[in-house]
């Protein structure tokens, strides 16, 4: 299945940094997705992305559809305590399939 | 907001013993998944359906798993004799038709011993 390489791994930062996470693929899909997810809870979408390269904003969110449809990346600007969490990226070539990155846990010191 | 809700939210049961998770998808949505996540790792993608019938599967989704669609609104997945590394969350998903974006259930924590 395609492989979703997504970094970095983990960060710590500083409330009101900015944060930036990326994903890249070696397959090419025609949907990038972001989610965060929270303790014990399900994935919940923050962006959908639809069309090489697109960019696309959410409040403090921003992603991009890379040009070549194989990357996208999540830009958080100005983070506040509740960023907190795992973000992951998701691929999707098909109707049928939604392929995840391995998640970017993010930490906020206050 | 209508959402996807899953039962049970937890569920511990012996290794071999049969299990079944629910999912009640959104209501108009068409396209119907399940996933998995071992603890600290990344969601895993299991099977997506599609009218009445498996459209894919991963090869984690082997034959000791089956979904089914026993009416209108459920969505089950059955692991027929579970083994320890079976222990995961399980998440459903459902997807309207012509949209891209899943809506996750919170899960199914799946404990065996």
């Known amino acids: 299945g395609q492989q979703l390489n997504q970094s970095p791994q983990s960060m710590f930062i500083q409330e009101g940094e900015d944060v930036s996470m990326n994903c890249t693929s070696s397959?090419?899909?025609?949907?990038w997705l972001w989610y965060k997810q929270d303790p014990g809870e399900g994935p919940v979408l923050l962006i959908a992305?639809?069309?090489?390269?697109e960019l696309t904003s959410n409040g403090r969110l921003t992603a991009q559809f890379g040009i070549t449809r194989k990357d996208s990346f999540l830009n958080i600007s100005a983070s506040i305590p509740s960023d907190v969490g795992i973000y992951f990226c998701a691929g999707q070539l098909n109707d049928y399939k939604l392929s995840f990155g391995a998640g970017t846990t993010v930490t906020v010191r206050a | 907001e209508p959402e996807v809700t899953q039962t049970p939210s937890h569920q511990v049961t012996q290794m071999g013993q049969e299990v079944i998770l629910r999912c009640v998808p959104i209501?108009?949505?068409?396209?119907f998944y399940w996933y998995r996540q071992i603890l600290g790792q990344k969601v895993e993608f299991l099977v997506s359906?599609?009218?009445?019938?498996?459209?894919?599967k991963s090869e984690i989704f082997d034959d000791q798993f089956s979904v089914e669609r026993p009416d209108g609104s459920n969505f089950t997945l059955k692991i027929r004799s579970t083994k320890l590394e079976d222990s995961a969350m399980y998440f459903c998903a459902s997807r309207g038709q012509g949209g891209g974006e899943l809506f996750f259930g919170e899960g199914s924590r799946l404990t065996v011993l």
């Open positions: 359906f599609y009218n009445n019938e498996i459209s894919e």
């Open positions: 209501s108009n949505h068409l396209y």
């Open positions: 397959s090419i899909f025609n949907t």
């Open positions: 992305l639809y069309k090489a390269g």
